[in-house]
């Protein structure tokens, strides 16, 4: 028998309370505030934009890092090593990365802005020394966007990167965050509609040319003359004159 419908939109809810919560509960909502519906995303973890954000105009302020949230409880002292020896790096790597994937279309300033970004680590797992020792490591962090005079939440951002030793994860942050940039510059330039663009019109079409007046008293005149020169009868003279009359639309 199949499930009732209400319960087949419930599933992917209780499947994510299943597994811990989202990315196994290194993922807390309520950090971000109840505007935010995450959505899974190919290059940035879990995001979720305001609809029709439009930051034209406006400054990106990079907040300092709020302190590692820990979310799944304190690790063990490797880790807490482990994430000692990057996280010096993560605000250089944001800047570096979030200015190249913007190119120069939205300022980007660590003193000033109207646009706040703010970030902290949830979760940090590896090896104390990755010199001496081979192992997985991992950083899972959160960034939102929000309104610098408002705190109206922008944007919402999670994901957890994977690297085999400390020294590789601040390059994988640092192409993570030029994403980021990506995606904040479709709101710089939001895109026009076609419908919204006026058809061109086509040029106006010439005037046609006037026809010349017909001139009836030259007509009858040379008429006139062609009868007493005697090279048209008086039949002829008369069929051609009322012609010039009726061509000329005044009765004589």
Do not use: N
């Not at 811990?20 to 505007?35: I, K, Q, S, V």
């Not at 439009?54 to 709020?66: C, N, V, Y």
């Not at 061109?200 to 005149?221: C, I, K, S, V, W």
Request: aromatic letters at 6%.
């Amino acid at each position: 028998m199949r499930p009732p419908a209400a319960l087949l939109l419930l599933l992917p809810a209780l499947l994510s309370a299943q597994a811990g919560g989202l990315d196994a509960g290194r993922l807390d909502p309520a950090w971000f505030g109840p505007g935010a519906a995450f959505q899974p995303s190919k290059t940035l973890g879990f995001q979720w934009v305001k609809p029709g954000l439009d930051l034209r105009g406006r400054t990106i302020q990079l907040m300092a890092w709020e302190a590692p949230a820990w979310l799944l409880g304190r690790r063990a002292s490797q880790d807490q090593v482990f994430l000692q020896r990057v996280e010096g790096s993560l605000p250089k790597g944001l800047e570096r990365g979030l200015r190249r994937g913007l190119k120069g279309s939205l300022p980007v300033s660590s003193t000033h802005g109207d646009v706040r970004l703010i970030a902290r680590v949830v979760d940090a797992e590896g090896q104390a020394d990755s010199y001496l020792a081979v192992g997985r490591s991992t950083l899972s962090f959160d960034l939102k966007l929000v309104d610098g005079a408002t705190g109206e939440l922008l944007g919402a951002f999670h994901d957890t990167l994977e690297s085999p030793g400390a020294d590789y994860l601040p390059s994988r942050f640092e192409r993570w965050c030029q994403e980021l940039g990506r995606l904040l510059a479709a709101s710089v330039a939001p895109a026009v509609k076609p419908s919204l663009v006026a058809p061109a019109l086509p040029p106006p079409a010439a005037a046609p040319p006037e026809a010349p007046l017909f001139d009836l008293e030259g007509a009858l005149r040379r008429l006139e003359e062609l009868k007493r020169d005697g090279l048209i009868s008086e039949a002829e003279y008369q069929a051609l004159r009322k012609k010039a009359v009726e061509k000329a639309g005044t009765p004589r």
